[in-house]
């Protein structure tokens, strides 16, 4: 049994009572579950009758833990009863509580907000256009030429462009740096993977040569012993290498691929460079549409939601740098943050994730939107053949709750459909 109050703020206050014959139950549960923490003189551990150890510690010494087993069904129950849809833990304030008149306690909660929604039917997206032109498709074909690229030993200059082994050894104000030395170096020149301006000054020299690089170092660099340093390089050039790239014809084609032809190798990289365009162009309308119709959708959204999604979204980033072998707190580190200010740059991104999930919610119940037994199977036989398995043997081990989320899944699906194939493109 449940009163509900409203709050500002999105909140509800729930008077709810538990009563005596279940507050006693839990009693008998608390009792059972914790006896063992009480040492009775005449008594094995744990096995003193429950009126005994209340006699000798006060009456209420299972009160404590017979609540927390009961309280939370009746906390769900008050909210099923007044279909409430919590967002956040409650807050709890016991008021009254005895094993005779069982227990009232207060819950105060964060609801999900209501939405109100604006047009999401119809709306008006841009355009996109996704022709590919000869271009690109010469442009993916000059970059298979590169991956073929071998370089050529000469005895010349050093031009932009070639390949060189070099040893160096550098200096600030004399000193060498930790760092700063090394043998049998290869560098492209051109490649910028050095100090800025010390590629360039290395042009002209021959094999053999030695040559004293000037350098900066500029002002945001890693190592900040180093920042805005004046530096020198002592270099010694012992090869020389040039790209010779191999042309382009019917016979590099069949080294490269199942083609026979320039020609037949063009048109299947400009069907595959069309679709990608066509599936990129696909997630922009929808996140255009998306949008739009969470733009004109009006949302109060509580702060917990949106911490709860900096949250996820700072997980997500710890787990994908961990993958790298770089803690958050490093790559923090390496980028001039804390893992505070990072979490507050995510604030805005947050909001708008949570407000689209709201929306979507949103229009689903209102367009009544819901997942058919066919498409979940569908689903199903989809998620089987992933794992290599029957579909009658993945489906036996799937839960009732696993059920649910796919027909959840679809039904948001469904939900982005309806918005993008309705919305027109101008």
Not at 123 to 128: D, S, T
């Amino acid at each position: 049994m449940a009163q509900v109050e409203k709050l500002d703020g999105g909140k509800a206050k729930l008077t709810i009572e538990i009563a005596p014959e279940l507050f006693q139950k839990a009693l008998n549960s608390a009792y059972h579950k914790t006896a063992s923490r009480y040492n009775i003189p005449g008594f094995r551990k744990g096995k003193a009758p429950r009126r005994v150890i209340e006699n000798m510690y006060g009456e209420m010494c299972f009160y404590e833990d017979a609540f927390e087993l009961c309280w939370g069904d009746a906390y769900d129950a008050a909210l099923s009863e007044h279909g409430l849809v919590a967002v956040d833990r409650p807050a709890v304030d016991i008021t009254a509580i005895s094993e005779a008149e069982g227990v009232t306690y207060i819950a105060e909660v964060q609801l999900k907000p209501e939405v109100k929604l604006g047009q999401y039917k119809g709306i008006a997206i841009p355009k996109l256009e996704y022709n590919v032109s000869d271009e690109e498709v010469e442009k993916e074909l000059n970059a298979e030429q590169e991956k073929q690229a071998r370089f050529i030993d000469v005895e010349r200059e050093i031009k932009d462009g070639d390949r060189i082994i070099l040893d160096y050894s550098g200096s600030v104000d004399g000193e060498k740096f930790d760092g700063g030395t090394a043998e049998d170096q290869t560098l492209v020149i051109g490649s910028k993977s050095f100090i800025p301006g010390f590629e360039e000054q290395l042009i002209g020299a021959k094999p053999g040569e030695k040559r004293d690089i000037k350098v900066t170092f500029p002002e945001e660099y890693h190592a900040e012993h180093l920042a805005g340093k004046e530096a020198v390089f002592e270099c010694l050039i012992k090869s020389i290498s040039e790209k010779e790239l191999p042309v382009i014809d019917d016979e590099f084609i069949k080294d490269i691929s199942e083609f026979d032809t320039v020609d037949e190798w063009k048109a299947d990289k400009k069907a595959k460079l069309t679709e990608e365009k066509a599936q990129q162009n696909k997630t922009i309308c929808e996140n255009n549409a998306l949008k739009v119709a969470c733009d004109n959708a009006e949302v109060e959204i509580p702060d917990c939601m949106i911490d709860r999604q900096i949250e996820y979204m700072i997980r997500d980033l710890r787990y994908r740098l961990s993958s790298g072998g770089v803690s958050l707190e490093d790559y923090c580190g390496y980028v001039g943050t804390t893992v505070d200010e990072l979490k507050n740059s995510y604030r805005e991104e947050a909001g708008a994730r949570v407000k689209m999930q709201l929306v979507i919610e949103a229009v689903t119940e209102a367009e009544k939107i819901e997942a058919t037994d066919e498409e979940i199977d569908k689903s199903i036989e989809e998620y089987a053949g992933q794992n290599n398995m029957e579909t009658e043997e993945f489906s036996k081990q799937l839960k009732q709750e696993d059920r649910d989320y796919l027909a959840d899944r679809i039904a948001v699906q469904k939900t982005i459909a309806l918005i993008v194939d309705s919305a027109e493109q101008k």
